[in-house]
């Protein structure tokens, strides 16, 4: 029943490696949105879609790839994986309200 | 592209006290204004927002203003409890451009003791 849910919640892996994280939300919303929380707690936007399109990215290294394959889902692709990697990423949804996932606690070593 | 200031970055209080968390916006298209908490672990939920042609709304023990002129918007918890103690975000949005999208500000840590 939740509105907006990511896989996995934690995930630890070594540098260099490739990782995905998944998101699905269940509200209808045709936007959804890519989020980095650094150890700061500073919230700050990466990606945006609209209808399966890319509509923002915010100067994020091309080594991370968002794929919609449909308006309910966005998923997060990234290569090479970095130390600086290293944060919480929130999904989330909606045109107005954003509604937030629960995050995936990202630790690369 | 918008910038948003947020004070004080972290705000002790007793409960029962009243708190209060202030933002400043620079782009005056911004027209969105809400507020999130987050507690520790968990998502950032949202708890009240407000459009440009309202200057208060209230919700229970919290409410929101704007001041549209002065470019800064406030939360206001009145009553506190220690299950207010979390961390308060606000946002600003232009929501008549198709390509802008929430911008934060950088949080306030909100410690209520009992």
């Known amino acids: 029943d939740t509105a907006v849910s990511q896989t996995p919640k934690y995930l630890v892996t070594q540098m260099g490696n490739d990782k995905s994280i998944k998101c699905e939300q269940n509200l209808g919303h045709d936007t959804m949105y890519w989020y980095k929380q650094d150890s700061k707690k500073f919230l700050k936007i990466m990606f945006s879609?609209?209808?399966?399109?890319?509509?923002i990215n915010e100067t994020v290294p091309n080594r991370f790839s968002p794929k919609s394959p449909d308006k309910a889902h966005l998923n997060l692709h990234i290569n090479s994986l970095e130390l600086g990697d290293s944060a919480v990423y929130f999904c989330?949804?909606?045109?107005?309200?954003?509604?937030f996932g629960p995050g995936t606690r990202l630790t690369v070593l | 592209g918008e910038n948003v200031e947020q004070h004080p970055s972290t705000l002790s209080v007793q409960e029962g006290d009243s708190a209060v968390i202030k933002c400043t916006y620079s782009d005056s298209a911004s027209n969105y204004f809400p507020w999130y908490k987050q507690e520790l672990g968990k998502r950032p939920q949202l708890i009240i927002d407000i459009r440009s042609n309202v200057g208060e709304k209230k919700d229970q023990r919290i409410a929101v203003t704007l001041n549209k002129t002065a470019k800064h918007f406030s939360l206001h918890i009145t009553e506190t409890q220690p299950e207010d103690s979390a961390v308060y975000f606000c946002a600003a949005r232009n929501m008549n451009s198709g390509y802008s999208t929430l911008t934060f500000g950088k949080g306030t840590m909100l410690l209520v003791s009992p």
């Open positions: 879609y609209n209808n399966k399109e890319l509509i």
């Open positions: 989330a949804s909606g045109s107005v309200a954003q509604y």
